[in-house]
């Protein structure tokens, strides 16, 4: 402790002992009882009125009446308000720049720090001295955030501390020294428009210190203005309205009910590493999600396409109405394991691009349409199959490089490499290829029989053009990627024209 007006260390942890309450659990005030070495001397004093800390004044203040029946006031709080409060600034201002320089010594050794100031009943407020309180960020804040970082996600500090203490927090974790004042962002009137030049130094920001609650509000329509999706995290009253305000509002471990339900998640556990895994599941969905409208709209086109095409040139249905309800059935059971597979993570935000998906399904669509009307010609012209037997060639061959194009769908890379499908995913398929290869040899009477050879070829023939729909996926995706950029900057794309005419 840095004493001014207290004779010694112990009596200024004493004053500043006498503005905390034990009771009410706040890791400040727990931390200054705990440097009171004699706690007896608290009960020769009685409080007369207690006034706990508000954020926007930034201390506490105690009304009490010691043994002597004399009354007198403590305030503890932020070192610049407890000056201020003194008003140091103009009765002493050569213990003001003592002061403020001993605050920014502190702060650039990763120390926190207390003013405590004494008023004898309604007299002048008399500055005691300043209290270091050391507060290290998590074990595991630096590696969250370099996490959240390598996800594409921009991280702020917002902080109550002054700058010089903003700086360094944030130097130790790694989140670069560009702290802004917020009293240097905003008005005395926040509610009007910041303008664009205060709103693109908030952007570039890395943090902002000496934070009051309307600013945690104003710095999120900001950067909103600056059409950035934005996350808040927050525990008390005071960040309510920012986690409201916030694209995705959370809430911390322990945060009080007015927090909770202005969130959109609610953090149950100490840290903030959840978020990121969050971050993760939810490109996770994403991707199965496009995978699967992918595979559903390949394999639509794929079979109305072809027997459309069958219809017109050989005037005969290529697969028969109990056909389509085996198909169907065939193809639902790996759908539904869609949900379970595995996927890429991608390393930066990633939004829903229709051109995109409707690109690759047809181009996939497309291939399947010739790839199974030439078989058809195959088993028409070259196989001299009959009806029936024509109809069960072609329903197996439906169902295997259906279930095969599903591999192709599922990833933007060579479907053979990793992330391999999930154990659930790729049985599904197998099973269901297998159940519909021995369908067509024992079917049972339901349909025509086909013999173990006609199968081989059709396997053959699909693992073949599975290669050759990678291969056209692969360069397509390739040729999109040169074309219309996936990530960055995806608020502002949905704000461009899609056409001249548009």
């Not at 409201?244 to 322990?254: C, E, P, R, T």
């Not at 029936?388 to 295997?400: D, E, P």
């Not at 067509?440 to 025509?448: A, C, M, S």
């Amino acid at each position: 402790p840095v004493t001014f007006g207290a004779r010694d260390a112990q009596e200024l942890i004493l004053y500043a002992a006498l503005a905390s309450r034990e009771e009410d659990q706040d890791a400040i005030d727990q931390a200054v009882l705990s440097g009171l070495k004699d706690k007896e001397k608290l009960k020769n004093y009685r409080v007369l009125k207690f006034t706990p800390f508000d954020p926007v004044g930034k201390r506490t203040e105690v009304t009490l009446e010691d043994s002597e029946h004399k009354t007198f006031r403590v305030a503890k709080g932020a070192p610049q308000v407890i000056i201020r409060l003194c008003d140091l600034c103009h009765a002493d201002t050569a213990a003001a720049s003592r002061a403020e320089q001993v605050v920014d010594e502190l702060a650039a050794k990763g120390y926190r720090t207390l003013g405590v100031a004494r008023a004898e009943d309604s007299g002048p407020w008399q500055f005691l001295g300043i209290l270091p309180l050391f507060d290290p960020p998590r074990e595991d804040s630096a590696a969250t955030i370099a996490d959240a970082r390598a996800h594409g996600i921009a991280i702020k500090m917002v902080t109550g501390d002054n700058v010089a203490i903003g700086r360094e927090i944030a130097r130790q974790l790694g989140l670069g020294t560009n702290i802004q004042p917020a009293t240097d962002l905003f008005p005395k009137e926040t509610e009007c428009d910041l303008g664009d030049e205060v709103a693109v130094k908030i952007e570039k920001a890395d943090g902002y210190a000496e934070v009051f609650p309307e600013h945690k509000y104003g710095i999120v329509k900001a950067l909103q203005a600056r059409g950035h999706l934005v996350g808040m995290t927050g525990d008390g009253v005071n960040d309510a309205p920012a986690i409201k305000q916030a694209d995705i509002g959370i809430a911390v471990s322990g945060a009080t009910d007015a927090a909770r339900a202005a969130a959109d998640l609610v953090l149950t556990a100490p840290g903030l590493a959840v978020i990121v895994r969050a971050v993760e599941e939810a490109r996770r969905i994403f991707e199965r999600m496009n995978s699967y409208a992918i595979y559903r709209i390949v394999e639509t086109i794929r079979i109305m396409v072809f027997v459309v095409l069958a219809m017109i040139f050989y005037n005969f249905y290529p697969i028969t109405a109990i056909m389509i309800i085996l198909l169907a059935f065939f193809n639902d059971v790996p759908i539904m394991a869609i949900a379970f597979d595995r996927t890429l993570v991608s390393p930066k935000p990633v939004r829903w691009d229709m051109r995109r998906v409707l690109t690759i399904s047809t181009v996939l669509g497309l291939i399947g349409v010739a790839e199974t009307f030439l078989l058809l010609i195959i088993a028409k012209n070259y196989l001299r199959f009959d009806l029936g037997q024509t109809q069960t060639f072609i329903f197996l061959k439906l169902a295997v490089a259906g279930h095969l194009t599903l591999f192709v769908a599922r990833t933007p890379r060579m479907f053979l490499k990793k992330p391999h499908p999930a154990p659930i995913l790729l049985w599904s398929a197998v099973v269901t290829k297998l159940l519909a290869t021995l369908f067509v040899v024992y079917p049972f009477g339901l349909i025509t029989p086909i013999s173990w050879q006609a199968v081989g070829i059709i396997w053959v023939y699909c693992l073949t053009w599975i290669f050759i729909e990678d291969l056209a996926k692969l360069s397509v995706y390739r040729r999109l990627a040169l074309e219309s950029p996936r990530h960055v900057g995806f608020l502002q794309y949905f704000k461009q024209r899609l056409s001249p005419y548009a």
